[in-house]
């Protein structure tokens, strides 16, 4: 039950993350009044914007001009109720969930917040090739405060683990001066550094790297990326990687040992 809550409470959160990450990277403003129509900028009515129902019986059309929807409306919507699901799995780890379990619901509470501010991330830099600085930096500080009020004794791994994380996506982005790194990677660098700690920071790098690699060549192969001219924005695979950690972490930090030992 709780995971079906939890999935429909996602859903009505993936709505508004779909604002953030639509308007954050355009204006930095959330507060541009109602949601329109971009094609016709018909103000929407409230049955035009319940979550992943809305899109399906309007099959994906503007309901006044008709015009074709972005399909990233129910993608990030849809993606946040599965997450919102299953790190709420994670975080019970078979444990039943109570409210008046004060420790328990806090960790939750934060976790997802860290989900959700890792989607807005994720489709704003493949969207617009932005990461937004108002979901790095609150993002941040929240981290900070979490682990000084809950786990005070994993504060200098955390902040050590971010500053060494962005300072070698800064040294990435002084080398290529900005052309093989942005400096929007520098900045969530730190953000992940804060959330993962260390070895949970070299695995997440680890999986960023690898998949971005893999991605870019199939691109490469099927002609949808020139070698040269636009890049691929970077920020999707570090949030890959980021989310890659926090829910299995541990299990690669110890098949990577077990690899090693061979």
């Keep these: 039950m709780e995971f079906i809550i939890l999935f429909i409470f996602g859903l009505c959160i993936g709505s508004f993350l779909n604002v953030l990450a639509d308007r954050l990277p355009q204006d930095g403003s959330v507060i541009k009044g109602r949601s329109r129509c971009d094609k016709c900028k018909k103000t929407l009515k409230w049955y035009d914007l319940i979550p992943l129902l809305s899109f399906v019986n309007l099959k994906g059309k503007c309901r006044y001009c008709h015009a074709r929807l972005s ?7 849809l993606t946040t109720g599965v997450m919102f699901a299953i790190t709420t799995f994670f975080i019970l780890n078979g444990s039943q969930f109570l409210i008046s379990n004060f420790q328990l ?11 959700s501010s890792l989607i807005v991330i994720f489709f704003a830099d493949l969207k617009y ?3 937004p600085d108002k979901i790095i930096f609150p993002s941040a500080l929240i981290s900070i405060a979490y ?4 786990h005070q004794s994993l504060i200098i791994n955390h902040l050590l683990s971010a500053i060494g994380a962005s300072f070698f996506f800064l040294l990435l982005f002084l080398i290529t001066k900005g052309r093989g790194m942005g400096f929007g990677d520098v900045k969530y660098a730190f953000l992940m550094g804060l959330v993962l700690g260390f070895p949970n920071i070299i695995v997440s790098l680890y999986v960023a790297f690898l998949t971005g690699a893999i991605v870019g060549c199939i691109l490469i ?17 570090l949030v890959l990687g980021t989310l890659s950690a926090i829910f299995y972490g541990e299990v690669l930090v ?9």
């Design 147 to 150: 682990l000084f009020f809950n």
């Design 71 to 77: 399909f990233f409306y129910p993608i990030i919507e």
């Design 254 to 262: 110890q098949s990577f040992l077990r690899m090693a030992s061979l």
């Design 221 to 237: 192969i099927w002609r949808k990326k020139a070698l040269r001219g636009t890049s691929i924005p970077f920020g999707p695979f």
């Design 129 to 131: 090739g932005i990461i």
């Design 105 to 115: 619901l806090i960790t939750l509470i934060y976790y997802l917040f860290i989900v």
